[in-house]
Structure formats: structure tokens, C-alpha cells
């Protein structure tokens, strides 16, 4: 086994873990309610995030992995462009 | 090579300040305004698309390569990750806002929001403000570079002069 694979390794079984015990922390299936959840965020912003802006703070707070999410695409979408049209420069 | 006109060069350089502070703005503002660091990315990269369409990609490539606008996204996307692997180390989990309503880190960004439509206060809003930086830098470098390239390679493919 190479130190390369051997890194992947143990990263993998970290992210793992990692996944494995956010899934034991979380809600049972289909609680709370989308309802709840709105109600939620519009009463506890201002105290939790301590933002004025409850759309930013959903966005970069409460679902802060799918702006992580966009954010990849945005680097693939970029580094895609560049090396496709890295030929035609020269 | 040479652009297009006198005119066009003039009042593209005329616009640019107001559209690149317009779309600072809206990213400096994202916790309090509607905006946020894509909107406002995408302003300020807009202002930059109009100088280069104004003065020409390979004029425009000559003051900025691609490979320093690749920098820069990069910065802004590690920036983001970084903040969010703080939030695990300061706080509990992924994506922890660590600074919000806490006079940790010299009270930056920490103040507390009263449960009420309240005047809008810079000072508050913890990480928000930072990932809203992050993410526009990511966004501005980003869209810059993907028209950049792709007008210089159809530039150079075509061998014409115009843009």
C-alpha cells in the first residue's frame, strides 16, 4: 500500500466518522416540519446569527454546505474554461 | 486589437468606479441588505467584462492573466472553507458561527441584534460578513476569467482585431 493511498485512507474513514456522527445527531425523519422551519428562522435570526438579513443568514449560516456546494461549481465551471481553452493562446 | 472607440473607451472608464463601488457595496452590505457576495460579485464583474469589451481582450490580457485572477479565486474559496473549518475548531461543528453575539476576536463583527426591525448596524452578523468578502472575491476573479479566456481564445483562433 502506497503513503498515497494510505492517506486516502484515513482521510476517508475521518470524513466517515465524521458523516456517521452528524447522522446520529440529527432530526427523525420529517421533523420539523418545512413550517416549522420557516417559523423558526424568521423567530430566531436576529438572536442566533445576529444578522438583519434572514436570506444571508439561511445562506451562509443555516445552509452553509450549499453554499459550499455553489462555490465548487463556480471553481470547476472556471478551472473548466481555462484548460479547455488553454491550447488556443499560443 | 485596438478596441472600439474613443467614445466607447471614455465612458466605459467613466463607469467603472460607480459600478465597481455599486457592487462593493452590495457585498460590504450582504448581512443587513438584500445582496450578498454573489450579487455584488457579479457587479463588480460585470464593470470589469464592459473595460475589457471597451479596450479589447488582448489589451485587457496584457494588465491581467488569467493565472493571477486563478489566484485570487482560489484565495477566496480557501478563505471560505477556512472560516467554516474555524468554526469547528472555535466552536462545535462545520460551518459554526463563532463570532456572532459574542465579544470574542476584539468584538468584531459581534454585535447583538434586539428581536425588532432595528436600524441597520455593520457590527454584527459574525462570520457572515467575512464569507460574503470570501465569496466575492471567489465570484469577481471567477466570472472575470471564464469571459476573459474565452474572448482572448476566440480573439486569437479567429486572428482578427476586432475586440
Known amino acids: 500500500m502506497s503513503k498515497r493511498n494510505l492517506a486516502a485512507y484515513i482521510f476517508f474513514a475521518i470524513v466517515a466518522v465524521c458523516l456517521i456522527f452528524t447522522a446520529i445527531g440529527t432530526h427523525n425523519f420529517g421533523y420539523p416540519s418545512e413550517t416549522d422551519m420557516d417559523q423558526y428562522i424568521i423567530d430566531n435570526t436576529q ?20 453554499t459550499l456546494g455553489e462555490a465548487t461549481v463556480l471553481f470547476a465551471a472556471v478551472a473548466g474554461v481555462i484548460i479547455l481553452f488553454r491550447r488556443l493562446k499560443k | 486589437m485596438n478596441g472600439m472607440s474613443k467614445i466607447v473607451k471614455t465612458m466605459s472608464g467613466v463607469v467603472f468606479p460607480l459600478a465597481v463601488i455599486f457592487g462593493l457595496y452590495v457585498i460590504a452590505h450582504g448581512h443587513l441588505t438584500p445582496g450578498g457576495g454573489f450579487q455584488g460579485g457579479a457587479v463588480v464583474a460585470s464593470a470589469c467584462v464592459m473595460i475589457m469589451i471597451a479596450y479589447g481582450s488582448i489589451w485587457t490580457m496584457k494588465k491581467i492573466k488569467e493565472k493571477h485572477l486563478s ?78 479566456v474565452m474572448a482572448y481564445a476566440t480573439n486569437k483562433s479567429k486572428g482578427g482585431d476586432i475586440e
Do not use: C, H
Open chain 2, 71 to 148: 489566484i485570487f479565486e482560489s484565495l477566496g474559496a480557501l478563505g471560505f472553507i477556512g472560516l467554516a473549518f474555524f468554526g469547528l475548531i472555535f466552536g462545535s461543528v462545520f460551518f459554526y458561527n463563532f463570532m456572532a453575539n459574542t465579544g470574542n476576536f476584539l468584538g468584531i463583527f459581534g454585535d447583538q441584534v434586539a428581536f425588532e426591525s432595528t436600524a441597520a448596524n455593520i457590527n454584527t452578523a459574525g462570520v457572515l460578513p467575512l464569507m460574503n468578502f470570501a465569496v466575492g472575491l471567489k465570484v469577481i476573479a471567477g466570472l472575470f476569467a471564464i469571459v476573459l
Open chain 1, 47 to 66: 438572536e442566533e446569527v445576529g444578522a438583519n438579513n434572514a436570506v444571508t443568514s439561511v445562506v451562509f449560516d443555516y445552509r452553509g454546505f450549499d
